[in-house]
């Protein structure tokens, strides 16, 4: 047991743990917190996966930007607390019948799975003594990967004004 | 260096918590919030195959699917508020405004 298992060990206990509080919690101001919570475990297990990068935009677009936008929206509309514990789903146990039969099968195929690991053919290989992760990711991005990076960027365009749009049109009709 | 195998599993349970937010909860902030953890967990399983096949595509696709998850909270949110002003309903068991 060395400290990167450790390490990823608390992550991952962390992470489920905090996400499962997320979906249990009644008040939506503290599902948003805990959705927080895993979302920085998550930025350190980014930087344990070698992309420091990464972990940067994790922390400013997640934490910074959606989630803020969550509380934002969890404020303006001024939820009650759920009070009602109603199971939305009728006949759930069937659901989760197939659900074990398909942990079963994860499992059992698990092994399958992860020996196609290192058959994995690098299509954009790196070498981190040859420059840093983000320079590496900078070099294909701008290259490789350009017209994905446009068409995000459009997405991303449309997004704001879908929200203008929708929020503005509103306001004429009441 | 900790095993493949150990991080698809993370994903998956990930995946299923969020799964299970989506479809058992009834509030559509708590809905949507259930829809990160899932992008999250596509998140964990990129890089985990990215830094295992020393390729640098998974990393990439990471940061695209951080922008998705940004334009999705932002369209979902919209519409979010839009469905409160609208109908003061926050439940998606009590939207029923399209039932004939």
Known sequence: MNWNMLIFLYLAFAMSFSSFLAIISRNPVHAVLWVLVMILHQAFLLYTLGSEFLTAVQIIVYAGAVLVLFLFVVYMINLRKEERWKVFVRRSSYGFIIFLFFLYFFFKNLAFLTALGPAFKAQLPYDLSQGSNLLWMARYLYSHYLFQFEVIGCILLVVIFGAVFLLRKLKEVG | ?100
Request: a positive charge; charged letters at 15%; proline letters at 1%.
């Open chain 2, 1 to 100: 260096m900790v095993p493949f195998e150990y991080y698809v599993t993370l994903s998956l349970i990930l995946f299923v918590i969020g799964l299970a937010g989506v479809l058992f909860r009834r509030n559509i902030i708590i809905l949507l919030a259930s829809l990160e953890i899932i992008m999250n967990a596509l998140i964990v399983l990129f890089a985990a195959i990215s830094f295992h096949a020393k390729d640098i595509s998974g990393y990439l696709i990471v940061f695209f699917l951080i922008g998705m998850a940004a334009a999705e909270a932002g369209v979902g949110l919209s519409l979010a508020v839009l469905l409160y002003k609208k109908l003061k309903k926050v439940y998606v068991d009590e939207i029923n405004f399209y039932r004939g």
